[in-house]
């Protein structure tokens, strides 16, 4: 049976995931009256939850005699990592673009690595049933793409499809008959080339990626570079480095393999050159290892990944509520988790710093750090985080830069005055503005990365919602100096105790809450937004004095407006270099990294 090995690649939202859960149910993986949920690949909570691709995973289908391994990659920037690793497994790509948007950001990002890697693209130009499709503007941007990327010929060559993802069709040309996904299928096995790893040669399989069994262990994952895998073969495992560098190597054996047949793993005996498996067996395996035959211990060159831009300090708790609700508190636990999520998470570093009880944690962006810590309070897990930082370089000329990200803004043209105003307090440099017409202006950025710390929930107001805003790391620049990214104070609380609708209600017109009455709070912590620029301390567990006197109006009702609740993200961009976001399992709190209110004003005055 003959092998292909894809991948699919595309911006975030363009409809990866849905694709190929038709792709699955067309190729016959599921039974006919088998209940399959939306979206099957996003299986993480997470996933589910936000609607979007984290985590790259494996699977396959059956085209008439060709087997095809699929690799579901993450559309968003921050996850690049996941998809930098993955194009290492495979031989061609299926590029994914929205009819309507076109080649966003991250299209541009994926596109770069699969291009650089000689890999065989396939152009699905999707959603052509959108009411503000132009596939055939889509089309000469992708080829511009292509070109702008110094494609070579047979990758500018490649094949273009249309389809419609939710439908579950692919075409030839737009104006066709909507039938299945068979022009797809035929294209994957007409355009992608078979794998072209020797069979007769000794084994030899670089790890893309890492799963894990509860009864197995680690699980390596990669494709078969050379040779044969066999259950109870002996192997040695190669460190990280560069081809014919055997570093330093240990000797395993493989206890199970497997290979992918649907979204399930299937056990074998045996697989070859050109297949993706699973390997159980393997203690101490890493991503960008070498496994191969202890004859001829040859090391592939490791996978090369972006250095991260962005950097947080994780602490232990230590607020007055410290330990009430998290399972794991202690710094060596918090140390321990971090450093196993090093072992699958190759995007992320994690270092130690002067105090042993905080970690500096650095990965592509705050929605990368961010679903770490999600997935960590969810494990049982308490700390507090810091404000974000960016991570400064010195360049060749010894001249301090910081990262730039290229910010891409699609919004109605009727609310664009206050974007572009904000973006230009934030030093933003618009780079082009373009009008397709129906009613939505794209704009392109250069923008500093700690620009956009805290700029989401401001630009979803100045938008109405309706706005979209995409971004992704581009280059590093000039250091531009101090930046004001939070134009208000906030609201700390003066005493520890239950918050009270009385006190609430007195404040609530000249602010914005994060609490609702009836929150346990304490000294420090931040319990809203003021109006105006300036902290102020505030008591919230208050109640009315009762007295035996009844005056007219005094016992009205109290109407209080709903609080705005934070995500770890947005209280990530919201906070200043002197707050803290307390993570527990059930509650994110906001706080002064020092509680008590003399503390913060010697403090003020020192750095005076």
Request: glycine share 10%.
């Given at each position: ?13 363009h409809g990866?995931?849905?694709?190929v859960?038709?792709?699955l ?5 599921f039974?006919?009256?088998q209940?399959v ?6 299986s993480?909570?997470l996933?589910r ?5 984290i985590?790259?995973?494996?699977l ?11 690799v579901?990659?993450p ?16 031989d061609?790509?299926?590029l ?8 966003m ?5 994926v596109?770069r690595?699969?291009?650089?890697l000689?890999l065989q693209?396939?152009?699905?130009i ?13 089309h000469d ?13 047979y ?5 273009f499809?249309?389809a ?6 692919a ?16 294209g ?25 069994s509860?009864y ?7 494709r078969i570079?050379?040779?044969?895998a066999?259950?109870?073969?002996s ?8 081809e ?5 190597a240990?000797?395993?054996?493989i206890?199970?393999l ?7 793993r ?8 050109g ?5 159980a ?7 960008g ?34 330990g009430?609700?998290?399972?794991y508190?202690?710094?060596r636990q918090?140390?321990?988790?971090l ?12 270092e ?7 970690m500096t944690?650095s990965?592509?962006?705050e929605?990368h750090?961010?679903?770490?810590m999600?997935?960590m ?17 010195k360049?060749?000329?010894?001249q ?5 990200e ?14 572009i ?15 397709p ?10 923008m500093?990365?700690r620009?956009l710390f805290?700029?989401?929930?401001e ?5 109405r ?17 101090a ?5 208000r104070?906030v ?9 009270v609708?009385f006190?609430?209600?007195?404040l609530?017109?000249?602010?914005t ?5 009836g929150?346990?709070?304490?000294e420090?912590m ?15 567990i208050k109640?009315?004095k009762?007295?035996n006197?009844?005056?007219s109006?005094?016992?009205?009702n109290?109407?209080?407006e709903?609080?705005r609740v934070?995500?770890?993200?947005d ?5 200043a270099d002197?707050e803290l ?5 059930k ?10 209110a003399?503390?913060r ?8």
């Amino acid at each position: 049976m003959s092998i292909r090995n894809i991948a699919i690649i595309a911006h975030v939202d363009h409809g990866k995931t849905t694709l190929v859960d038709h792709m699955l149910r067309q190729a016959g993986t599921f039974r006919e009256n088998q209940q399959v949920a939306e979206r099957v690949m996003d299986s993480n909570p997470l996933e589910r939850e936000r609607g979007i691709t984290i985590l790259a995973k494996n699977l396959s289908v059956r085209w008439k005699d060709t087997k095809i391994n699929i690799v579901d990659t993450p559309g968003h920037s921050d996850f690049g990592g996941e998809v930098e690793r993955i194009l290492r497994m495979v031989d061609g790509v299926i590029l994914l673009v929205d009819a309507a948007e076109g080649p966003m950001p991250q299209t541009r990002f994926v596109t770069r690595k699969a291009l650089e890697l000689g890999l065989q693209p396939i152009v699905i130009i999707n959603k052509i049933d959108r009411g503000d499709a132009d596939p055939h503007r889509v089309h000469d941007e992708v080829l511009e793409l292509f070109m702008e990327l110094e494609a070579k010929d047979y990758q500018l060559d490649c094949p273009f499809l249309y389809a419609v993802g939710r439908e579950g069709v692919a075409m030839q040309n737009p104006e066709d008959a909507r039938v299945d996904l068979t022009p797809l299928f035929d294209g994957i096995v007409a355009t992608i080339p078979e794998p072209t790893g020797q069979v007769d040669g000794p084994f030899q399989m670089l790890v893309s990626t890492i799963d894990y069994s509860p009864y197995l262990g680690r699980l390596a994952i990669g494709r078969i570079e050379r040779g044969v895998a066999r259950v109870g073969d002996s192997v040695v495992l190669l460190e990280h480095g560069h081809e014919g560098d055997a570093g330093a190597a240990a000797r395993m054996r493989i206890s199970k393999l497997f290979t992918f047949d649907g979204l399930a793993r299937e056990e074998v005996e045996q697989a070859y050159a050109g297949d993706i498996v699973a390997l159980a067996g393997l203690s101490d395996v890493d991503i960008g290892s070498t496994v191969c035959d202890p004859a001829a211990p040859e090391a592939l060159e490791g996978i090369a990944v972006e250095e991260p831009t962005v950097s947080v300090d994780i602490m232990v708790n230590n607020s007055p509520f410290a330990g009430k609700e998290g399972k794991y508190v202690t710094s060596r636990q918090v140390r321990d988790r971090l450093m196993k999520e090093l072992e699958s998470n190759v995007a992320l570093r994690v270092e130690e710093t002067d105090s042993p009880d905080t970690m500096t944690v650095s990965g592509r962006g705050e929605l990368h750090l961010g679903i770490l810590m999600e997935t960590m309070r969810r494990e049982g897990y308490e700390f507090a985080v810091s404000r974000p930082r960016v991570i400064l370089k010195k360049g060749a000329d010894g001249q301090l830069q910081e990262p730039y990200e290229e910010v891409t803004i699609d919004v109605p043209e009727k609310l664009m005055g206050p974007v572009i105003e904000k973006l230009g307090q934030r030093r933003g440099e618009m780079r082009e503005m373009q009008n397709p017409g129906g009613g939505l202006v794209r704009l392109v950025y250069r923008m500093p990365a700690r620009g956009l710390f805290g700029y989401r929930s401001e630009f979803l107001t100045d938008t109405r919602g309706e706005g979209i805003l995409h971004h992704q790391f581009m280059e590093y620049g000039p250091y531009v100096g101090a930046l004001s990214t939070r134009s208000r104070g906030v609201l700390v609380s003066m005493l520890t105790g239950e918050s009270v609708a009385f006190s609430l209600g007195n404040l609530q017109e000249r602010s914005t809450f994060f609490i609702d009455a009836g929150v346990p709070v304490y000294e420090g912590m931040i319990v809203g937004e003021n109006s105006r620029q300036g902290d102020m301390e505030v008591n919230v567990i208050k109640g009315k004095k009762l007295t035996n006197m009844r005056a007219s109006g005094s016992d009205d009702n109290i109407l209080l407006e709903p609080p705005r609740v934070m995500t770890l993200e947005d209280a990530m961009g919201y906070i200043a270099d002197d707050e803290l976001i307390e993570v527990t399992p059930k509650s994110i709190r906001l706080r002064k990294r020092l509680l008590n209110a003399s503390d913060r004003k010697k403090a003020s005055r020192a750095s005076a």
